[in-house]
C-alpha cells in the first residue's frame, strides 16, 4: 500500500469510527423517543363504595341491550325540523303506521302487482352482463 491510500484508508476509518462515538462533530443532543409525553400521575378514585346488583333485580342502566342497540343505531328521540315535518306532512305522514317496518311481511300489507317484467327480472340469475340485450317496444 502506498503512502496515499494509507492516509485515505485511515481518514475513512476515523470518520467512520467518530460518527460512532458521543463526543464527536456528529453528536448533538435529541429528544427521548420514548418520553413523547409525561405520564399522569395515578389516582385513586374517590368512591369505592360500589355493590354488586342482587342476582335476579333489574339492570341499573333501565333498557334492554335491544333497546340500547337501537338507540346507537338510529339515536334517541328528537325533535324533528321543520322542513321534515313539512316533507312528512307533503307525504301524508301522519297516516303511516309506526309500525310498519315490522309488518311489511304481514298479510294485510298491500302489495302492487308490477307485472311480470319486474318479476323476471328479480328472478333473473346473476350473470356479467355479456349476453344482455336491450329492445325498445314498438320500435
Known amino acids: 500500500m502506498n503512502r496515499t491510500t494509507a492516509i485515505l484508508a485511515a481518514s475513512i476509518v476515523a470518520t467512520t ?9 456528529f453528536s448533538r443532543d435529541r429528544p427521548d423517543e420514548m418520553m413523547v409525553s409525561r405520564q399522569a400521575p395515578l389516582v385513586v378514585p374517590p368512591d369505592f363504595a360500589l355493590t354488586p346488583p342482587a342476582p335476579g333485580t333489574a339492570r341499573p342502566g333501565g333498557e334492554s341491550t335491544a333497546e340500547q342497540t337501537l338507540r346507537a343505531l338510529f339515536g334517541g328521540a328528537s325533535q324533528r325540523s321543520a322542513s321534515e315535518t313539512q316533507i312528512i306532512g307533503a307525504a301524508d305522514g301522519a297516516r303511516a303506521d309506526p ?17 311480470l317484467v319486474v318479476r323476471d327480472i328479480l328472478a333473473a340469475p346473476e350473470g356479467d352482463g355479456r349476453d344482455a340485450q336491450a329492445a325498445i317496444p314498438g320500435a
Open 99 to 115: 309500525g310498519i317496518r315490522s309488518e311489511v311481511g304481514s298479510a294485510g300489507t298491500q302489495v302492487v302487482d308490477k307485472g
Open 17 to 25: 469510527l467518530s460518527a460512532c462515538g458521543s463526543n464527536s462533530l
